[in-house]
């Protein structure tokens, strides 16, 4: 039961999304969660033009184009954006913006970094295999080192 609940959770966002808006009224906020759907359903609509299986049956549904990659490469162009109009709009300075992004970066590249060392070490199955994450039904992509 609790393995569906966290499945359909990211369901929940759209009417997170909707109330965020409401809530804010910033007209950028409703670009950026229009670029999510839009996104969204031109992703759905070309998998099923497209119609090209995933190497090696992995996962079921089409595989082209790829919804991670799309996704976040509107997230990384529209951060941009994001970055420009807080310094435009004077909410921060360019430095303050600047330093800000040093530490997403920063903070990314550790966490990836402990990931690494954690597969490199075999922690990711030890992690796995605590009775925890078996309850919550969690598990992960062998990823190429």
């Known amino acids: 039961m609790i393995g569906v609940?966290?499945?359909?959770?990211?369901?929940?966002?759209?009417?997170?999304f909707g109330l965020v808006v409401l809530k804010v009224r910033q007209l950028s906020l409703l670009y950026f969660f229009g670029g999510v759907f839009?996104?969204?359903?031109?992703?759905?609509?070309?998998k099923h033009v497209i119609k090209q299986e995933r190497p090696r049956g992995k996962s079921k549904g089409y595989g082209m184009p790829s919804a991670h990659a799309q996704f976040s490469s509107f997230l990384f162009s529209y951060s941009r954006?994001?970055?420009n109009t807080r310094i435009y709009h004077g909410y921060h300075s360019f430095a303050q913006v600047f330093v800000g992004i040093l530490f997403g970066l920063l903070i990314a590249n550790l966490l990836k970094s402990l990931w690494l060392v954690?597969?490199?070490?075999?922690?990711?199955?030890k992690i796995l295999d605590l009775s925890i994450a078996?309850?919550?039904?969690?598990?992960d992509l062998p990823i190429p080192i």
Do not use: S
């Open 5 to 16: 609940v966290i499945h359909y959770l990211p369901y929940g966002l759209v009417p997170a």
């Open 38 to 46: 839009i996104n969204e359903g031109l992703n759905f609509a070309l």
């Open 81 to 83: 954006f994001w970055f």
């Open 118 to 125: 954690a597969l490199t070490y075999g922690l990711q199955k």
């Open 134 to 139: 078996k309850f919550f039904g969690v598990h």
